[in-house]
């Protein structure tokens, strides 16, 4: 028989070294996946982008940082819209032959049932949506879950974020299809049928965060920027 103080000395021992050798992995865990949001976020900046110009073609981990490294310039801006390197907002300009060919903003707010984060990419012209990405969110899929499919985000490409009147507004996902005839069908796109709620909460944060960056936009329609 082994005393009692033999089998509490094992225990201990075991559970010690089973929590060191867990604790490492979690560590070593944790930077792979740091490493892999990373590497999403800077995939889902480029693709709000038009990077890859295919939708279909995938990127290698490689290709994306190589070309968010070669194409992709990161400024800050302060609240009047100007460049400024202690600025709070964050904008992802893609530079084509030395020139901006594109910018885009980060988007996040509340969906139905979780924060969804994406990029929303507005053309050189400082109005013209270029393109829109969703890449984190708890929404259900075959639900709200659609809003990061190409089918749902190529809606968004071409709408305006300026109206007739040379104000900001933001892009609204309407229930069922737009009305081609609406007089206000530039700012809206067709919405995903039993995710009213989702789509509601995406035309709320995404308006929240186009009137944030209002006065950056503003400045490059301007020619200030
Ligand atoms: C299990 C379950 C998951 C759901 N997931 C979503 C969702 O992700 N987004 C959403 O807007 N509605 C979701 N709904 C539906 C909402 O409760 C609501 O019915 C819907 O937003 C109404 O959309 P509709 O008017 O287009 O049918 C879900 C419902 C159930 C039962």
Do not use: C
């Given at each position: ?35 892999n949001i990373?590497l999403d976020i800077?995939k ?91 890449y ?90």
């Amino acid at each position: 028989m082994r005393s009692n103080l033999y089998v509490l000395g094992f225990m201990s021992s075991v559970t010690i070294i089973l929590g060191i050798l867990l604790s490492l992995a979690a560590t070593s865990l944790k930077e792979k996946q740091d490493l892999n949001i990373q590497l999403d976020i800077k995939k889902n900046i480029l693709r709000s982008l038009g990077i890859p110009k295919d939708r279909s073609q995938k990127l290698s981990p490689d290709e994306v940082h190589t070309l968010f490294d070669e194409k992709i310039k990161t400024i800050r801006i302060n609240e009047q819209g100007e460049e400024d390197p202690q600025g709070k907002l964050t904008v992802y300009v893609k530079m084509e032959n030395g020139k901006p060919d594109g910018y885009a903003i980060p988007v996040s707010g509340k969906g139905l049932w979780s924060t969804i984060y994406g990029y929303l990419a507005i053309e050189p012209d400082g109005e013209t949506v270029k393109g829109i990405t969703f890449y984190k969110h708890g929404e259900t899929p075959g639900l709200g879950g659609e809003i990061e499919k190409d089918w749902f985000t190529s809606n968004f490409v071409g709408k305006q974020i300026v109206d007739k009147n040379g104000k900001t507004v933001g892009i609204h996902i309407v229930k069922g299809k737009v009305n081609p005839n609406d007089k206000d069908a530039a700012h809206k796109v067709d919405g995903i049928s039993g995710a009213t709620m989702t789509g509601k909460g995406v035309t709320r944060f995404l308006e929240k965060d186009i009137l944030m960056y209002a006065p950056f936009f503003q400045r490059i329609r301007a020619g200030v920027n």
